[in-house]
T-cell receptor
Framework: AQSVTQPDIHITVSEGASLELRCNYS??????LFWYVQSPGQGLQLLLK??????LVQGIKGFEAEFKRSQSSFNLRKPSVHWSDAAEYFC??????????????FGTGTLLAVQP | EAGVVQSPRYKIIEKKQPVAFWCNPI?????LYWYRQNLGQGPELLIR????????DSQLPKDRFSAERLKGVDSTLKIQPAELGDSAVYLC?????????????????FGEGSRLTVL
């Protein structure tokens, strides 16, 4: 069965420091991978997605992620964190329904705190 | 363009009471989802609609949960009777599937959620 693992429940970084959030997936075929961000009391917002092609994907708010098939990973990175990045981050893998990718399986999330 | 709208944002009820949540997806989006998010967890799919048809309800607890999407637009999720373990945030999302067989973009647009507390 498809699954997503986010090994870090909480991460605290200093403002201006670099960030890497880990995501590992289990999927039989080529996965469709996503990162969503959720601010307190808000819905989820898509940061970026990988379907195929270049394994380094650029997203909104200065985030990027790299797909590594050999490691079954899709880690999220940002070179310099801003206080407004404090939120919960979810990695998700899309199940393929005849070409559609609409059923997302989410990880348990990583809560990011940013120190001034 | 308006996003996915959900109501109510918060609901507190006693166990065994019924509760209903409403979702208005983004205009033109043909696929609608209900997810449940327990505290400290990622969202889990309850049901997925393509237009008015429920195409995946395998994780919907059908003894107490029901959902409908009349006319393929708005949707309602109902719990009757509610149990303590139903306390969670219920998220609605919508997406636009490509209809030429090419598959969807995979981007789900989420509402702000309805937080349910069962006492």
């Amino acid at each position: 069965a498809q699954s997503v693992t986010q090994p870090d429940i909480h991460i605290t970084v200093s403002e201006g420091a670099s960030l890497e959030l880990r995501c590992n997936y289990s999927y039989g075929a080529t996965p469709y991978l996503f990162w969503y961000v959720q601010s307190p009391g808000q819905g989820l917002q898509l940061l970026l997605k990988y379907f195929s092609g270049d394994t380094l994907v650029q997203g909104i708010k200065g985030f990027e992620a790299e797909f590594k098939r050999s490691q079954s990973s899709f880690n999220l990175r940002k070179p310099s964190v801003h206080w407004s990045d404090a939120a919960e981050y979810f990695c998700a893998v899309g199940e393929n329904y005849g070409g559609a990718t609409n059923k997302l399986i989410f990880g348990t999330g990583t809560l990011l705190a940013v120190q001034p | 363009e308006a996003g996915v709208v959900q109501s109510p944002r918060y609901k507190i009820i006693e166990k065994k009471q019924p509760v209903a949540f409403w979702c208005n997806p983004i205009s033109g989006h043909n696929t609608l989802y209900w997810y449940r998010q327990n505290l400290g967890q990622g969202p889990e799919l309850l049901i997925r609609y393509e237009n008015e048809e429920a195409v995946d309800d395998s994780q919907l607890p059908k003894d107490r949960f029901s959902a409908e999407r009349l006319k393929g637009v708005d949707s309602t999720l109902k719990i009757q009777p509610a149990e303590l373990g139903d306390s969670a945030v219920y998220l609605c999302a919508s997406s636009l599937d490509r209809i030429n067989g090419q598959g969807a973009t995979g981007e789900l647009f989420f509402g702000e959620g309805s937080r349910l507390t069962v006492l």
